[in-house]
């Protein structure tokens, strides 16, 4: 990174600060003639006390403040805001520098204030059920270009962010470096310094990702979208299964939640005719009592025909059997469908993004 920053340097290129580690600032000071503590000032304007004006960042001498006026901050711009008739969901569509838009999701429930984060634009992982996928796989979101959804988001909501879970447009897992990069910007104790445990990663099963995030031991919550009670079905609805299989899954699942010693959250998508049996019922219990997790049944938002949400009969029929379930279980009833910020909701116009 320090290179990146001194060859940006020297081509005019200048990147947005926001997404910078305490060490890339660092570099930028030192590139810019400045010690390095500056780099540390710098941070701790940017990500604790979150002002956005180099004018204001008043321990910085004038000199350095000037220099820095050629680099902004922000790497997206809002373009719209959408709310839910609730109130409780907003959804913010914004942009990148090269034009290409996004979806971020702000829910409120009671004192949490919750943000749903998308770590690309489109996806490549094409379960048959969700609106991003339909986008397909356009790039991968940088570290800042996902971190300042938070910024934006909590600016343009002045709601203090209390959760956050990167389970918007996009495979986390399939942009591992930037994901992880950013939940530790989030989590930076000198910086944003929000708590690991309300820091979640969805991931729809991208086994070799699952297992060096177990070795790496990173502090977030982790999550897996499952959506299946056995590997036919799971294939059916996620062709990635083909590949990850349903027993592998399973496995680096269960490695993760004994090395990790952490309850992991089985993501299960409700989809009518699909996996809400019975049998389904009878299965996952089966699977999910030898692992150590919480189990969040979402009952499918719809976004074409194809499928269809179960009834709410039907949901409270599915989830009967799990009364007696040794692990708890949770239903999704997501807040933001008027304005189609449901969970796999999200998608924006592939014909807009080079506007
Ligand atoms: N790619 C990641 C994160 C994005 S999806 C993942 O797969 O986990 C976030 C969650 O929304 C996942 O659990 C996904 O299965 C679910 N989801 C996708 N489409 C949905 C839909 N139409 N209705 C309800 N949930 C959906």
């Given at each position: 990174m320090k290179f990146s920053i001194m060859r940006s340097l020297d081509t005019k290129q200048y990147p947005s600060l926001i997404g910078q580690s305490v060490e890339d600032l660092e570099s930028l000071s030192i590139a810019l003639g400045?010690?390095?503590f500056r780099g540390r000032q710098l941070f701790d304007w940017i990500y604790r006390k979150k002002v956005d004006d180099f004018t204001k960042m008043t321990d910085l001498p004038k000199s350095l403040q000037e220099k820095l006026k050629v680099y902004s901050l922000h790497p997206l711009k809002i373009l719209n805001t959408n709310s839910s008739s609730s109130k409780k969901t907003q959804k913010y569509l914004l942009t990148t520098k090269k034009g290409m838009t996004i979806e971020s999701v702000l829910m409120r429930k009671k004192n949490r204030a919750t943000i749903c984060l998308s770590t690309q634009v489109g996806c490549a992982v094409d379960c048959s059920f969700c609106a991003t996928a339909k986008m397909g796989f356009v790039k991968n979101l940088s570290v800042g270009e996902i971190i300042d959804q938070y910024f934006q988001l909590e600016r343009l909501s002045d709601t203090k962010i209390t959760n956050v879970v990167f389970m918007g447009m996009g495979e986390p897992f399939l942009n591992y470096k930037n994901s992880i990069a950013a939940a530790k910007l989030l989590n930076h104790e000198k910086g944003i310094?929000?708590?690991?445990?309300r820091i979640t990663i969805s991931t729809a099963g991208i086994i070799g990702k699952i297992k060096k995030f177990t070795k790496e031991k990173h502090p977030f919550r982790l999550a897996i979208?499952?959506?299946?009670?056995n590997h036919d079905q799971r294939l059916k609805i996620m062709p990635i299964t083909k590949n990850q299989t349903f027993q592998n899954l399973l496995e680096a699942i269960k490695v993760y939640t004994n090395q990790s010693r952490k309850r992991i959250t089985i993501e299960y998508v409700l989809i009518e005719g699909i996996n809400n049996s019975k049998k389904d019922s009878l299965k996952l219990i089966e699977i999910l009592s030898q692992i150590k997790c919480k189990l969040n049944v979402i009952p499918y938002n719809e976004i074409d025909s194809v499928y269809k949400r179960p009834s709410e009969e039907g949901i409270h029929v599915f989830l009967n059997p799990f009364k007696n379930a040794p692990f708890p279980v949770t239903v999704r009833w997501s807040k933001g469908q008027d304005i189609d910020a449901g969970c796999g909701q999200l998608a924006t116009n592939i014909n807009e993004q080079y506007r």
């Open positions: 400045q010690p390095s310094n929000l708590g690991a445990r979208s499952l959506n299946g009670s």
